[in-house]
């Protein structure tokens, strides 16, 4: 077939199927045939959509209420120094050992768990139960593995979100603080050293003063890494007295803005 010629019968179907559509009685009210329907209609209910269901018509149900999400307990805390304190005294960082024992990371809220008392048992049972308690402590990994672990983390964190304004070595003295930022307090040797774990957690959790809350760009699991990195700093250091005497950064106490802790706090915590 010569080029023209299939120009040609090519021309002949476009006006066949020019015609057809047009002759199309179409209703543009009406949805087109589906086919297999099912691939866009499932028969569950998306989220947003009505539901005559439930009394409130809706799909989507609020939480009852007291409901607390896997994994995410909550926290009972108000951003202010008196509830930091409170912090301080109530939450248990994960990764201290509770008297001795070891703690897994999760042992966060549960540690009086731990503390059952043995269950009266004739002798045999007991040194059946003796025999699977040793072998579960040794399955178990060791705490100060654990606690390594999560300072080597917690040195990433810092590199990452606290470097800028504490320094690389917590002194206050990084590029944010000496660009005119209020120089944070030095956290090798400052106020922070007395503070309990869970003050420090209160601080990254809900901010202090000119430091805003970290709760939006870290998890309370990476909170705790970066305060055991902190605690590894404050551990390293030398006394105040030995070390930067005159630095740049000005090593004095956290005095000019006594604010209550910043309210930026619409994030979760
Ligand atoms: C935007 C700069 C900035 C960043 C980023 C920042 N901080 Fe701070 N931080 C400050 C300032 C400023 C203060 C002093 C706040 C105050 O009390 O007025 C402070 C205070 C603190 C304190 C309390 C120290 C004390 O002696 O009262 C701790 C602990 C702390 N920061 C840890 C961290 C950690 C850990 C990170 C990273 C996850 C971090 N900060 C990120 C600026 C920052």
Redesign the pocket.
């Known amino acids: 077939m010569t080029m023209t010629k299939l120009n040609v019968v090519l021309a002949v179907l476009l006006l066949i199927v020019v015609c057809l559509t047009g002759s199309l009685d179409t209703d543009l009210s009406q949805p087109n045939y589906e086919f297999l329907p099912n691939m866009k209609r499932s028969a569950a209910s998306s989220a947003f959509a009505t539901n005559a269901v439930f009394s409130n018509g809706r799909t989507l149900q609020a939480p009852v209420a007291g409901t607390i999400a896997r994994g995410d307990l909550p926290l009972y805390y108000a951003p202010t120094k008196e509830d930091a304190i409170r912090a301080g005294d109530e939450l248990i960082n994960p990764y201290t050992p509770a008297s001795g024992a070891a703690s897994a990371p999760q042992a966060n809220n549960n540690a009086a768990e731990q503390a059952s008392p043995p269950v009266v048992a004739s002798d045999a049972s007991q040194a059946a139960l003796d025999d699977a308690a040793k072998s579960v402590d040794s399955a178990r990994p060791d705490p100060a593995t654990l606690l390594q672990d999560s300072v080597q983390r917690g040195s990433q964190?810092?590199n990452i979100?606290?470097i800028?304004?504490?320094g690389a070595t917590g002194t206050g003295d990084?590029p944010?603080a000496k660009r005119g930022?209020?120089?944070?307090?030095p956290?090798p040797t400052?106020?922070?050293v007395q503070?309990n774990d869970g003050q420090?957690f209160h601080?990254?959790t809900y901010g202090?003063?000119?430091?805003?809350s970290?709760a939006a760009q870290?998890s309370r699991e990476r909170r705790w890494d970066?305060?055991n990195f902190?605690r590894s700093l404050q551990q390293n250091a030398t006394p105040p007295v030995a070390t930067e005497p005159g630095t740049a950064a000005t090593p004095t106490e956290?005095t000019?803005?006594e604010t209550q802790p910043s309210d930026a706090q619409e994030s979760k915590p």
């Not at 930022?181 to 307090?185: A, E």
């Open positions: 964190v810092y979100y606290c800028s304004c504490h990084g944010v930022f209020p120089p944070p307090p956290l400052g106020k922070s503070m420090l601080i990254l202090q003063g000119s430091m805003s970290m870290l970066v305060i902190v956290p000019a803005p």
